[in-house]
């Protein structure tokens, strides 16, 4: 286990819950069997009311961080969690996600100081998801494969851009990734399955 003075300050994995104690496991599993464990995982619950808060508080083996209170939503949620993460970069995981098991070290060997976005593939159902092009057509998917497990983002670009904004309760991800993209974040594409 990675303890939080030995993060290497590289990668966060940022999750969103509320009630997920159905799901939340699955990406537990996930996060236990990386490759690479030099992460830190920040959890933002928003008052959950079933068992998801005593679920996250038995974990002892990965370097996790919880916050439990009131929020406004997902993308306040994820505001909060960039807020408090140590990580240079940071990947979004929602509660039933998974990564692959080479997925943070995948990451981690593309970090160069150049890069803001690094976005990899995503595999969603049967199908799998990529930058698409023409962000006339496709929005942020123009230059990500998808927010969620599928794009690393320097923490950085929060300062220039601002957070995810509360305007926009479904699509604030969209709006922060295109703002990114079209004044002049670097982002790198790999043909890496996360």
């Given at each position: 286990?990675?303890?939080?003075?030995?993060?290497?300050?590289?990668?966060?994995?940022?999750?969103?819950?509320?009630?997920?104690?159905?799901?939340?496991?699955?990406?537990?599993?996930?996060?236990?069997?990386?490759?690479?464990?030099?992460?830190?995982?920040?959890?933002?619950?928003?008052?959950?009311?079933?068992?998801?808060?005593?679920?996250?508080?038995?974990?002892?083996?990965?370097?996790?961080?919880?916050?439990?209170?009131?929020?406004?939503?997902?993308y306040d949620?994820?505001?909060?969690?960039?807020?408090?993460?140590?990580?240079?970069?940071?990947?979004?995981?929602?509660?039933?996600?998974?990564?692959?098991?080479?997925?943070?070290a995948d990451?981690?060997?593309?970090?160069?100081?150049?890069?803001?976005?690094?976005?990899?593939?995503?595999?969603?159902?049967?199908?799998?998801?990529?930058?698409?092009?023409?962000?006339?057509?496709?929005?942020?998917?123009?230059?990500?494969?998808?927010?969620?497990?599928?794009?690393?983002?320097?923490?950085?670009?929060?300062?220039?851009?601002?957070?995810?904004?509360?305007?926009?309760?479904?699509?604030?991800?969209?709006?922060?990734?295109?703002?990114?993209?079209?004044?002049?974040?670097?982002?790198?594409?790999?043909?890496?399955?996360?």
């Amino acid at each position: 286990m990675i303890k939080s003075e030995d993060f290497d300050g590289k990668i966060s994995i940022i999750t969103a819950v509320y009630n997920a104690e159905n799901h939340i496991q699955d990406l537990i599993e996930s996060l236990r069997q990386q490759g690479d464990s030099n992460f830190e995982w920040v959890v933002v619950d928003g008052l959950s009311t079933d068992n998801t808060l005593e679920i996250l508080k038995k974990i002892d083996d990965l370097n996790v961080k919880i916050i439990s209170e009131a929020d406004f939503g997902i993308y306040d949620a994820f505001n909060k969690g960039v807020k408090h993460s140590q990580g240079e970069y940071y990947l979004v995981a929602v509660a039933d996600d998974i990564f692959y098991p080479h997925a943070v070290a995948d990451y981690k060997k593309e970090i160069d100081n150049n890069i803001d976005i690094v976005t990899a593939t995503v595999k969603m159902g049967n199908a799998l998801a990529k930058p698409m092009g023409h962000s006339w057509l496709f929005g942020m998917r123009a230059f990500i494969s998808c927010h969620s497990v599928g794009v690393l983002i320097k923490k950085e670009l929060h300062q220039k851009h601002g957070f995810y904004s509360r305007k926009f309760p479904i699509v604030a991800d969209q709006l922060f990734i295109k703002q990114c993209c079209q004044n002049g974040a670097q982002v790198k594409v790999i043909d890496t399955l996360v």
